[in-house]
């Protein structure tokens, strides 16, 4: 299958490179064609060779050919990261950017996405019975990116040494929380939206 660029929509080709997006905490990855990376201005970019866990971190991806020179997802895997920047940096400058932020949400903006299920949790808490489930279920789902975001030391991993030694964000598991460690992301949550 032919890689499709997340941001303009267009079959990445060869002899311009493909990329990837993604952030230490995304479980997918998301593909670029070189045009629309090069639309990131160079004062905009952090350069690094390592995920980072909140912005997006871009590099290259190796890739097979298949007919007319379009590169394959099978087969494909990550170079190292080469640099990384912000989502607003991204709205602005990259084509369609919304594909390429919905393929990553949250992980690039987990406190706007905790201020706003903390607001929707508040709001609903006594006129809806399943708000509290509701909210669980999203800790849960980003148990790992939300305990980091918060402090809250944890031992589920997503092997981030080997993704730095390797830029294979494959690697990135959902590992989730235990109850102990749960119970510690609840408390600061409590501590820091008085829930």
Same mark, same amino acid.
């Not at 080997?162 to 609840?186: D, P």
């Given at each position: ?5 997340? @941001? ?16 230490? /905490? ?15 201005? $160079? ?7 390592? *995920? ?6 871009? @590099?290259?991806?190796?890739?097979? *050919? ?10 494909? /895997? ?7 920047? #912000?989502? #607003?940096?991204?709205? &602005? ?10 393929? %990553?949400?949250?992980? $690039?903006?987990?406190?706007? $996405? =905790? ?10 808490? /006594?006129?809806?019975? @399943?708000?509290? /489930?509701? %909210? ?22 997503? #092997? ?16 989730? =929380? ?12 409590? &501590? &820091?939206?008085?829930?």
């Amino acid at each position: 299958m032919s890689m499709v660029c997340e @941001g303009c929509g267009d079959t990445i080709t060869a002899p311009e490179p493909a990329w990837y997006a993604g952030t230490g /905490h995304s479980y997918t990855v998301s593909f670029l064609c070189h045009t629309c990376v090069s639309l990131i201005p $160079y004062i905009n970019r952090t350069m690094t060779a390592a *995920l980072q866990p909140f912005d997006l971190s871009f @590099g290259h991806l190796i890739a097979p *050919l298949g007919s007319y020179n379009r590169y394959q997802c099978v087969g494909s /895997h990550q170079d190292r990261v080469v640099f990384s920047t #912000d989502a #607003d940096t991204i709205r &602005k400058t990259i084509p369609f950017s919304d594909r390429l932020l919905d393929a %990553l949400f949250p992980f $690039y903006c987990i406190q706007e $996405y =905790l201020d706003e299920i903390m607001t929707e949790y508040k709001a609903a808490k /006594h006129t809806e019975p @399943g708000a509290w /489930h509701r %909210l669980m279920q999203d800790i849960q789902k980003y148990g790992i990116a939300i305990a980091d975001w918060l402090h809250v030391p944890h031992a589920a991993t997503i #092997d981030r040494i080997e993704i730095e030694k390797t830029g294979n964000l494959s690697l990135v598991t959902q590992n989730k =929380l235990s109850a102990a460690e749960m119970k510690a992301v609840l408390k600061a949550l409590i &501590k &820091k939206y008085g829930i």
